[in-house]
């Protein structure tokens, strides 16, 4: 039996269906990850924990402290009174206790936590995720649609990107409960198509219908902006680790996926179609 943290999020909800679809016993963890009792009551009979609960798009340093790294810690010591043999943990490209971002750095420690817990781990280090209710690719689109005639391009867009279509790292998932070889591994991946940012930008306009002319803004303006916009005036969408892809590359190898899993993460042009919907200028208002 398995349970899953976080499964009402953007990951947990398509994880929950495809297990469903598989036939794989699983359940939604309900309680709250700092409550010991009702972790301890809801591993019991549990063999393998997926652990995706995390405060991330809230944006708030102090909730990644309380939820992804102290979370982590609990579920860990709880995991090891029970009958859990396996924890899959969902990380960032980037993951690293030093990093200077906050959401790495939580990252980072929650995977230290993990690995260093005597309980079989694999930990999947991916770059951002993108489907249906993304916070990423619904985000670029809305916010182009209320920055006309302009998009914005952060460090003139050259950043690299190398997005993952969350079907394909849901599928990654499901594998690693099966894969003995992938125990007690950490493993990085992205999808398959690796390009600078400003030319995604014009691929999700494109097939959402928007035109825009590109606004470069050199990182020197954009750095200092970013804290002030996103401490001063909480915007629940947008949580200031958005702009984190902007100073950590997200890029791996492209086959990544395929040497690990066997199979070629979707192209973005084939996976995007839900961009054409209206009422994406809205979605940046929603959490
Ligand atoms: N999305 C990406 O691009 C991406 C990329 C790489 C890795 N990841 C990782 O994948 C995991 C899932 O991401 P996601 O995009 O699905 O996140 P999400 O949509 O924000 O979902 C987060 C989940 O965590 C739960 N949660 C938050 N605080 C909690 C608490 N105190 N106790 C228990 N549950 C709590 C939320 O439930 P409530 O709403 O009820 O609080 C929700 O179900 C995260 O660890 C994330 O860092 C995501």
Request: contains cysteine; positive net charge.
């Amino acid at each position: 039996m398995i349970l899953v943290t976080g499964a009402t999020g953007f990951v947990g909800r398509s994880l929950m269906a495809w297990l469903e679809r598989e036939g794989i016993a699983a359940r939604a963890y309900e309680g709250r990850m700092n409550n010991p009792i009702t972790l301890r009551e809801e591993l019991e009979g549990i063999t393998t924990v997926v652990h995706l609960a995390s405060s991330e798009a809230r944006g708030r340093n102090r909730l990644l402290n309380h939820v992804d790294v102290d979370g982590s810690e609990r579920l860990v010591e709880e995991a090891r009174r029970t009958s859990v043999r396996r924890i899959i943990f969902a990380s960032r490209i980037g993951a690293d206790p030093l990093s200077m971002h906050p959401l790495l750095q939580a990252k980072g420690k929650a995977e230290r936590i993990i690995q260093q817990s005597g309980l079989e781990y694999t930990i999947l280090r991916s770059s951002s995720l993108y489907g249906r209710n993304d916070r990423y690719f619904e985000l670029i689109v809305g916010l182009a649609i209320w920055s006309w005639p302009f998009v914005w391009l952060p460090g003139g867009g050259k950043m690299g990107m190398q997005p993952l279509w969350v079907e394909d790292f849901v599928r990654c998932l499901v594998k690693s409960l099966s894969r003995s070889t992938l125990i007690n591994k950490t493993i990085t991946i992205a999808g398959s198509e690796q390009l600078p940012y400003a030319t995604l930008v014009q691929q999700l306009l494109d097939v959402a219908g928007y035109r825009r002319i590109p606004l470069p803004i050199p990182m020197l303006i954009f750095r200092p902006i970013t804290p002030m916009l996103f401490n001063w005036w909480y915007w629940p969408a947008v949580s200031r680790y958005f702009m984190d892809r902007f100073f950590v590359p997200e890029v791996a190898d492209h086959d990544a996926v395929f040497r690990q899993f066997g199979f070629q993460p979707a192209r973005i042009r084939d996976t995007v179609s839900y961009l054409r919907r209206s009422g994406l200028a809205f979605r940046i208002f929603r959490h």
